[in-house]
């Protein structure tokens, strides 16, 4: 993979973790009401699928969406504002932190009823595959959802009439809290597709390169017409299943382990980081070339280190902004809210 | 140019008619293609436009309605088709936390061009599972519009209608009423799609009432105008919006109302127009309102049981005698 494409996909990590442990911090503050469900850890694999899709696809996601809409497009700026419940918010204020839409960004809503985002992305495909445009939709899920009838009864009907559909869950292996062991009788989600005849694997959703490379042959294959695919992605989220949720049903060595071991943005970083020619491999090359090939690494190093240091206060003053933004917008009307309900009424006016 | 009609077919014409004009209509359902509908409403439309615009789909209520809003957020105009509204149970979430929700959490961002078809009422010994009504459960949600289509007239205007409009409509037939005639003018102008319907006018009594119970009233009607007593029978036509005047300004001449309604009379249909008109006219009334609704029970399957559970032309007329016993005193 090109540099330019580490880069991108590190900053929107960056950007993410940054977002979300602000928005952990307003919430504590006052600023952000209600449920706030938070993404920290799971990173790789919104980044990844969402750098990997293309720009004409329609993403529909769950409750724990802030980053999945930022990708796709939607400031940092109207997300925070939604999530403060303002006017200038993706929603107007009408959402908030589970239910960001943006129409122009394709951005088909966050939903809060899991097992919701199955029927609705396989609506969107219909009206796709009816029209016989060339997109696909992403159809974000979690470990959770897959025991609702909605993901059989929709996996069915997208594989019987070969729908754009890429189905990915996000197996953070914890539904609010009860461990996937307990939840399902086959752990294995990828598995459960090929009772609907669905393509599907499954890939390690804390290596971002991995879960973009994934993403992007299941979307090629899509596009070609052959019907629906599943990604299992498996993660890990470091908060619990909300602000409300301390998440202290799991073993904290558990969690010890993801955060040490397995923390997505630290292996994007890794990655990212150039690997520096020895000392014995630099003399080797020559006097001449030494010079210049010290004189290249060395800068490209430092640029590097410095590059990682600039992206993260680049993306601590975004989320700096988007919090100054998201307190100076107005509050929504009780008149806007009317207006948002009858937005379909067309000109009819009712007796 | 009026023509004789089933209710069914005259649906079936609409159908016909929006799909034609308009490429972004679809008909889901099942048995709605192949089979042409359980109750012959969608015959002839797939052999016309084919299986991407008229589609059979699995026994899956709840996903395939979902599925409708799905693609009305990309502009298609989705017709569902639920077999009976028994099973719309089974869609609730698709109709209630979806489809009126989606273009208001969104702040407008979505309209929801969505109409979900489905029959509702008693009809002939189907027992407790086939027999609800359950408009109630439907009526008391923000968003969603309840088009209840009476006459073979009134189903072509109104599905016409549901299917132009951007918003969420249900549109509740009734098992009986399919194999219902009437007469039919697809050229005249359609009135709003909420606006009441009055049927027939007298002085003495304001009968309200919709969908299949509009029947039983008026054969009701007829019994009382031979013992003297001249009943307005008006048809709501839409339970969400209620055009509130159109009863009010019948109750200004008769000063009586009646409320007939084949659902259950706990927290239903009966008690929101009543206590909606006591707000607007209560004291135009000379009488205490009465409502006449389903017995307090599931349908049994027996005939006899079934038949006293809801409304007969009997009951009406025992009802309104009793209404209007006061009338000569005044």
Redesign the interface.
Known sequence: MDRETQLKLLKDMLLARAFEERAAEEYTKGNIAGFLHLYPGEEAVAVGVLNAAGPSD?V?STYREHVHAMLRGISPDQVMAELFGKKD???????GSM?L???QKRF??G???VG?T?????????????KQQPEAVICFFGDGAVNQ??FH??L??AA??GLPVLFVCENNHYQIGTEIHRHSAVAEVYKRACGYRIPARRIDGMNVLEVYEATGQALQQIYAGTGPQLLEFETYRFRGHSMADPGSYRPKVEVEAFKDQEDPVAIAIRETLPCYPSADEISAAGPDVINKLCSQMDNLGHLDNRQLEALRSEVAQIVDDAVAFALASPEPTLED?Q???D????Q?V?? | MAEEMFYWQALNRALYQQMEADDSV?LLGEDVGLYGGSYRVSEGLYARFGE??V?D??I?E???????????????R?VVEIMTINFALLAL??II??ATK????????????LVVRTPGGVAKQLAAQHSQRLEQTLMNV??LRIAVPATPQDAWWQLNQAIR????IIVLEHELLYFSKGEVDTQVEAP????ARVHRQGADLTIVTYSRMLQVSLQAAEQLSAQGIEATVIDLRSLR?I????CVQSIEQTHRLLVVEEDSSFAGAGAEIIAGLSERCFYLLDEPPKRLAARELPIAYNGTLEAMSIPRPADIVAAATDLCQTKDAI
């Open positions: 329609y529909v918010g993706c929603s107007h204020g009408m959402g239910h839409f943006d129409r088909m809503g939903y809060g009823i919701e199955f029927p609705v992305a396989t609506g969107i495909a219909y009206s796709i595959a009816m009838g909605t009864e929709s069915n009907m019987l009439w809210a207006a948002y309900l937005c379909n009424r067309q009819e009712l007796i | 679809f991407w615009r589609r789909t699995p899956s709840g996903s395939f309605t979902g599925l409708g809003v799905g693609a009305a957020l990309l502009g298609s989705p979430d698709a936390n979806m989606i273009p208001f959490m969104s702040g407008g961002q979505f309209p929801m061009p923000p968003g409009s951007d918003e969420p709003p799609m909420h606006r919006p055009d509130w005047d159109s």
